[in-house]
């Protein structure tokens, strides 16, 4: 257990479906992330923030939206997904943005997409 | 661009060998460097972080190494089980833009 959740765990959705996947860490974090793991590929950054505020988004599609309510909240809000999108989505957090300190992943939601 | 490369890809080793994987990252301007385990169709544990100013960590049976001006590391593991088996990953944190980067990672195989 490392302290950052999310739900769900697995997730098949259609390609018209709307749905969001969850994070959640109550480690006193201030930076959340989510990575995109796909078969034989480098974890993949898509979006970052820092204490609430977006700071990144690596060239991430629009059908991927996130949204930080708070330090300890992070989701990702999915619209006509591809069925190349299917893979585990893994969230991240770490105590400082700019600092050289440790990240914390939760375990992942695996999504298909049909 | 930092690029992360992980070397060798899978490995089999029997039982009771040590061992050691490699990383290299294009891109010296780093904050730290952190180990990985990743079990299949989980999430990632942290293993051992070695901040820029270090140059090794220990943990156990593992200790990671930081070279930080050839741009390498090992994870050395010691009397491996058959426990050990998942896939390690190797990620850098760049100084520039934050971002942490990761390798493809190693499969490691321990037979018993």
């Known amino acids: 257990e490392t302290g950052v959740t999310q739900t769900p765990r697995h997730l098949v959705m259609g390609m018209t479906n709307k749905k969001s996947l969850k994070c959640e860490q109550h480690?006193?974090?201030?930076?959340m992330y989510w990575y995109k793991q796909s078969a034989k590929k480098p974890l993949e950054l898509m979006f970052v923030?820092?204490?609430?505020?977006?700071?990144e988004n690596n060239s991430v599609p629009s059908r991927f939206s996130p949204e930080c309510p708070n330090s300890s909240h992070l989701f990702l809000h999915l619209h006509t997904l591809q069925p190349e999108d299917s893979a585990l989505y893994l969230c991240?957090?770490?105590?400082?943005?700019?600092?050289?300190?440790?990240?914390?992943f939760g375990q992942g939601t695996r999504l298909t997409v049909v | 661009k930092q690029e992360v490369t992980q070397i060798p890809a899978a490995l089999s080793v029997p039982e009771g060998e040590n061992l050691v994987l490699n990383c290299s990252f294009t891109?010296?301007?780093?904050?730290?460097l952190q180990w990985f385990r990743q079990d299949p169709g989980k999430g990632l544990t942290s293993l051992l972080l070695?901040?820029?100013?270090?140059r090794e960590q220990t943990s156990g049976r593992l200790n990671a190494s930081l070279d930080k001006s050839s741009g390498r590391s090992t994870l050395y593991i010691a009397a491996s089980q058959p426990g050990d088996s998942a896939t390690y990953l190797c990620?850098?944190?760049?100084?520039?833009?934050?971002?942490?980067?990761f390798g493809k990672g190693t499969r490691l195989h321990i037979l018993p």
């Open positions: 923030y820092n204490f609430k505020e977006q700071t």
């Open positions: 991240a957090s770490s105590q400082e943005f700019d600092r050289d300190t440790e990240a914390f």
């Open positions: 070695i901040q820029s100013s270090q």
């Open positions: 891109d010296s301007a780093i904050y730290n």
């Open positions: 480690l006193g974090h201030n930076a």
């Open positions: 990620a850098v944190k760049k100084e520039k833009d934050d971002k942490i980067i």
